[in-house]
């Protein structure tokens, strides 16, 4: 009879031992398998977002869906908001209005997100113009005269002031600085007057005269302010020719704010678009002026102004436009108008390009006020270009009142016919007084 030593009982318990081990990996290994709460796998599916082209628009307030596809994503929203997917990725989604920026994203369960930025512009009407002060809208005659132009087939838009080059606000507006600074007047009644141009299909774009703003600097200055007015290197308000405290800093947020205030509460009211004016800096040397805050070059200052001011205005429901210097294309410098960096922030760039207002010589044109035709094609011809890319159009202002030259009918028909030359169909006209040259213009 065999006996069992020592080192064989140990070989059998150490058998023993593995063979424990082995069998309890595998059944935790089983019952993790079976487990309501697994471990993370990543997906094999990669995360992707396509959008779909959004449907084109006549106006801000038009809603907008927005349509796409998903693969991999666990979760997809627009500016935080979840949007349902379907189960084969697709979704659809009405937006409130046409967007500026609003930010959609895929995240997967591990945390990946992919992310696209979706801004639209409205199909851009053609736009026959003239421009009509607060005053102007408030006396029977010029308003008349002007509705007439409309009842005639002549003009299709009228632009109407909101905030004029004193700093007056032409109606009883409820933005606070507005009425604390005495701006708002109640010259004319806003809402009705949309009605009137509204009910006879026209479009109504208000111009705000930004940054010369002598109600706003002198209220400003006088009540412990002096930063929201553009200085000299002395600490004393410019003097810029238009008035000893005539200019607000550009660069100061509340001034800023002020006139975002006043766009969107335009759009609200029901103005289709806002044209900013003066959204500048003033005329002159630079070492001659302060901008209390000012860190960037003015000319990017002015720029993100505009795009500061582009989302709220859309969101309210209106365009946004900015009129600019004739000489903005070739000297930005000079004004702080740098074309190619507004353009991405405006519907249309709208340059002042009246004849009377260019040197002899300028695009080489020896007498531009008379030759009204040439200095208008070849000044739009460089807008064109520094527009080119950005999505905005070029919509003119041109010359109806006479300086230096005597400017009727056919004057006023040479700058329009120059426009409809360079592929422009649509232009502003501009007469201080809200008079025009109907016959200037072709009906339709």
């Known amino acids: 009879m065999l006996k069992r030593g020592p080192r064989s009982g140990r070989v059998r318990v150490l058998v023993a031992a593995v063979v424990a081990i082995v069998v309890a990996a595998v059944l935790v290994g089983f019952l993790r398998s079976g487990s309501d709460d697994p471990e993370p796998v990543a997906s094999s599916r990669p995360l992707t977002l396509e959008l779909a082209a959004l449907d084109k628009v006549n106006s801000y307030r038009d809603r907008v869906t927005l349509r796409g596809t998903v693969t991999g994503a666990q979760t997809l929203t627009v500016d935080g908001k979840p949007i349902e997917i379907g189960a084969d990725g697709a979704f659809v989604h009405e937006l409130a209005h046409v967007p500026a920026g609003a930010v959609v994203m895929a995240t997967d369960k591990a945390g990946n997100s992919v992310v696209r930025v979706v801004s639209a512009s409205v199909e851009q009407p053609r736009i026959k113009a003239v421009h009509v002060t607060a005053h102007a809208w408030s006396h029977d005659g010029l308003r008349e005269a002007v509705l007439d132009l409309a009842r005639q087939g002549r003009i299709n838009t009228v632009q109407l002031d909101i905030k004029d080059e004193d700093g007056v606000v032409g109606y009883v507006s409820q933005v606070p600085y507005a009425r604390e600074s005495g701006a708002a007047s109640p010259i004319y009644d806003a809402p009705a007057a949309l009605k009137t141009l509204h009910d006879m299909g026209l479009r109504v774009v208000g111009r705000i005269v930004a940054f010369r703003d002598p109600t706003l600097a002198q209220w400003a200055w006088h009540t412990g302010r002096p930063h929201w007015v553009a200085q000299s290197p002395g600490g004393q308000p410019y003097s810029s020719g238009y008035g ?25 009211l029901g103005f289709d678009e806002v044209m900013y004016d003066y959204v500048r800096r003033p005329d002159g040397p630079l070492s001659q002026m302060s901008f209390a805050g000012l860190k960037v070059d003015p000319s990017v200052s002015i720029a993100e102004f505009l795009r500061e001011s582009r989302g709220p205005v859309r969101d309210a429901g209106a365009g946004q436009s900015a009129a600019v210097f004739g000489i903005a294309s070739t000297r930005p410098d000079q004004i702080a108008q740098d074309i190619p960096l507004i353009a991405p922030h405006v519907d249309y760039v709208a340059p002042m390009l009246y004849p009377s207002h260019w040197n002899s010589g300028e695009y080489g044109v020896a007498n531009p006020n008379g030759q009204p035709y040439d200095i208008t094609f070849r000044s739009l011809a460089d807008f064109h270009r520094q527009v080119a890319g950005t999505g905005a159009k070029v919509i003119p202002w041109l010359q109806d009142f006479s300086l230096g030259v005597n400017y009727g009918d056919a004057e006023v028909r040479a700058q329009i016919d120059a426009a409809r030359d360079q592929g422009i169909d649509s232009f502003f006209l501009w007469n201080a007084a809200s008079r025009y040259h109907g016959g200037a213009i072709d009906p339709s």
């Open 244 to 268: 000893a405290i005539a200019f607000t800093n550009f660069a100061e947020p509340e001034v800023r704010r002020y006139n975002i205030d006043l766009a969107t509460e335009a759009a609200r």
